[in-house]
């Protein structure tokens, strides 16, 4: 059994910051990639930002310079710095990993229950 559990979301001006964690655990061996997701209301679940385990970064065009992912492997953790937010960055926000589990060993993916984040004014 695995455990994603976000934290972090809420009401926030725009221009403003916030910081979404996101905690893998149980039955891990090792966890190959950690990420971000986001969806807006009637809209499908878009990539925001992915982190492999040697820290290899990618980034939606959308949040490209504003957003910054990072993760602690030792604490199967991963972080999303979110800066000069705005209207449009509204969503819930999903966090994603791949996971290498113990018994049965394999490779699966895995979801937390999202958080909710609002820019307005």
């Known amino acids: 059994q695995v455990q994603v559990v976000e934290s972090g979301g809420g009401l926030v001006q725009p221009g403003g910051s916030l910081r979404l964690s996101c905690a893998a655990s149980?039955?891990?061996?090792?966890?190959?990639?950690m990420g971000w997701y986001r969806q807006a209301p009637g809209r499908q679940r878009d990539l925001v930002a992915h982190?492999?385990?040697?820290?290899?970064?990618n980034y939606a065009d959308s949040v490209k310079g504003r957003f910054t992912i990072s993760r602690d492997n030792a604490k199967n953790t991963v972080f999303l710095q979110m800066n000069s937010l705005k209207p449009e960055d509204t969503a819930v926000y999903y966090c994603?990993?791949?996971?290498?589990?113990?018994?049965?060993?394999?490779?699966?993916?895995?979801w937390g229950q999202g958080t909710q984040v609002t820019v307005s004014s």
């Open positions: 994603h990993a791949y996971i290498l589990t113990k018994s049965p060993m394999g490779r699966f993916n895995y």
């Open positions: 149980g039955n891990i061996f090792s966890i190959e990639a």
């Open positions: 982190i492999t385990s040697g820290g290899n970064t």
